[in-house]
C-alpha cells in the first residue's frame, strides 16, 4: 500500500494560471516533506520543502501548504511557465531520515503557452 | 559541475548475465543512495551508505548488492539479472541525512 500518493497522474494548465500539484500521505508519523522536479531523461532535482511545524513554505513562484489533519500536501506554482513542464514527486520522511524518504508516484504537468 | 554522474545511460541485459552500474559524485558527499523507478510507482529505495566503506540496505534490497570503496564511488551489482529488474536506476548524493539529495541521470537497464 502506497504511503504516498498523488493520484493525479497528469495536469495541463493554460501558461500564467495558477498550477496545484496535490499530494496525500497515511503514515501519521511522516514529518517532513519535499517536492522534486523531473525533466525527461534527467535525475529528479530538489524543489522545495516543509517541516511538520510549519503550515506554508514559499520559495518564489512555488509555495507547499501543509494540512496535517488532512493528510495532505500542495504545492501551487504561480504563475506557471511553460518551463515548469515536468514530473512532479511529492516524498516524505519521519524526521528527515535519509533511509525512510517514501516517494509518491509523481505527476506530469503541462504547462501549455 | 558534474554533480552526480551515472555509468551507463543504457543497457539491454540477458537473464542470467551479471553487470555493475557506476555511480560518481564529485560534491565530497557522504551520503549515497540507488533509488529504481518503475512505471505508476515512485522512486524506492535499494541500498544505501553513509561514509567510505559503509553500505546499509534500502526498502527493495533482494538480488542487489552495493559497494563504496572509495567516498566518491558507489556500485551497484546485479549478481544474476531477472527481468524483473528491468527499471529505471537512480544514483543520489547528499551531504548529510537531513539534506535533499542530489540525482543522476539514470539508467535505464532492460532485462530479456
Known amino acids: 500500500d502506497q504511503q504516498v500518493k498523488q493520484n493525479s497522474p497528469s495536469l495541463s494548465v493554460q501558461e500564467g494560471r495558477i498550477s496545484i500539484l496535490n499530494c496525500d500521505y497515511t503514515n501519521s508519523m511522516f514529518d517532513y516533506f519535499l517536492w522534486y522536479k523531473k525533466y525527461p531523461a534527467e535525475g529528479p532535482t530538489f524543489l522545495i520543502s516543509?517541516?511538520?511545524?510549519?503550515d506554508k513554505n514559499e520559495d518564489g513562484r512555488f509555495t507547499v501548504f501543509l494540512n496535517k489533519s488532512a493528510k495532505h500536501l500542495s504545492l501551487h506554482i504561480v504563475p506557471s511557465q511553460p518551463g515548469d513542464s515536468a514530473v512532479y514527486f511529492c516524498a516524505a520522511s519521519v524526521g528527515t531520515s535519509y533511509d525512510k524518504v517514501i516517494f509518491g508516484p509523481g505527476t506530469s504537468l503541462s504547462v501549455i503557452p | 559541475n558534474a554533480g552526480v554522474t551515472q555509468t551507463p545511460k543504457f543497457r539491454v541485459l540477458k537473464t542470467g548475465q551479471s553487470m555493475t552500474l557506476l555511480c560518481a559524485q564529485d560534491?565530497?558527499?557522504?551520503?549515497m543512495y540507488w533509488y529504481r523507478q518503475d512505471p505508476g510507482m515512485g522512486l524506492r529505495l535499494i541500498h544505501y551508505s553513509v561514509g567510505e566503506g559503509t553500505t546499509a540496505k534500502g526498502e527493495v534490497p533482494d538480488g542487489y548488492n552495493v559497494s563504496r570503496l572509495k567516498k566518491q564511488n558507489f556500485l551497484l551489482g546485479l549478481e544474476s539479472a531477472a527481468p524483473s529488474q528491468t527499471s529505471v536506476y537512480f544514483c543520489?548524493?547528499?551531504?548529510?541525512?537531513?539534506?535533499?539529495?542530489?540525482f543522476g541521470d539514470g539508467t535505464r537497464l532492460s532485462i530479456l
Open positions: 560534491m565530497n558527499h557522504e551520503y
Open positions: 516543509i517541516s511538520s511545524i510549519k
Open positions: 543520489a548524493s547528499s551531504y548529510s541525512g537531513n539534506q535533499p539529495q542530489h
